[in-house]
């Protein structure tokens, strides 16, 4: 074995290693930061026309004609790397999804990384999919009936839904109410980027957030690195 492969392993390795001390940290809601007040969108950018905030939770709507052209989003005006990004999301009827490290285009377009919701009329919750890029993943179209399916049973249909999104590097992992539908490493994909909710093209649809909060990892993961390796400065 090559140098370069020894040195890739050991990285994941020790990656794989901190996972848990990540997902641990979860629990602890001090170390998080919440993306959405819970009285209004402030800190976001959207069509007004289509979001709001009812009762502390973020609505999407597009009735009573539904939307054309193209995806809208809601998006965060800050941009995100290395993070653990949790969320609760339930949906009505249609299709939504969460979008991070994504790139913020005009007029309320967001392409990028996508974690899928769907009700149970589609195969697509919990699926990763990248809006205006790959579309479908490879790594999906991979995958066998019984492990879509799989990914599937993971969801909760007419009632909230627990998503955890963690990256690191070319690492992905999502993990649907507890959960792991997706454990992925993606040299091609973006590195940094906004987080953005979705309303999707098509008919009258609606889909609810809340508890939206991001915990940004890179320092967590260099004192856990140093703690390996006393040597680290």
């Excluded at 629990?27 to 069509?47: P, R, T």
């Excluded at 949906?91 to 392409?111: C, H, I, P």
Aim: proline share 2%.
């Amino acid at each position: 074995m090559k140098i370069n492969q020894i040195t890739s392993s050991l990285k994941r390795i020790t990656f794989f290693g901190l996972m848990a001390t990540i997902v641990s940290v979860t629990a602890q809601a001090e170390d998080f930061k919440s993306l959405f007040n819970g009285e209004d969108l402030v800190g976001w950018s959207g069509s007004s026309e289509l979001w709001s905030v009812k009762d502390g939770v973020i609505v999407g709507d597009t009735h009573p004609k539904g939307l054309k052209g193209k995806n809208l989003f809601l998006s965060t005006a800050d941009s995100y790397s290395d993070f653990v990004l949790k969320l609760k999301v339930k949906m009505e009827n249609g299709n939504s999804g969460v979008q991070f490290r994504a790139t913020q285009k005009l007029d309320y377009v967001v392409t990028g990384y996508q974690a899928d919701v769907a009700d149970s009329s589609k195969p697509y919750f919990g699926m990763l999919y990248e809006e205006g890029g790959r579309g479908i993943m490879q790594y999906w179209k991979d995958m066998s009936d019984e492990e879509r399916a799989a990914v599937k049973a993971a969801a909760k249909f007419d009632d909230w839904n627990e998503y955890v999104i963690i990256c690191k590097g070319d690492h992905i992992k999502m993990v649907l109410n507890g959960h792991t539908v997706l454990d992925l490493f993606d040299p091609d994909g973006s590195k940094e980027g906004v987080v953005a909710l979705q309303l999707h093209v098509g008919p009258a649809m609606r889909v609810f957030y809340k508890d939206i909060e991001i915990k940004e990892i890179e320092k967590l993961l260099d004192v856990n690195l140093k703690k390996l390796n006393p040597l680290k400065k």
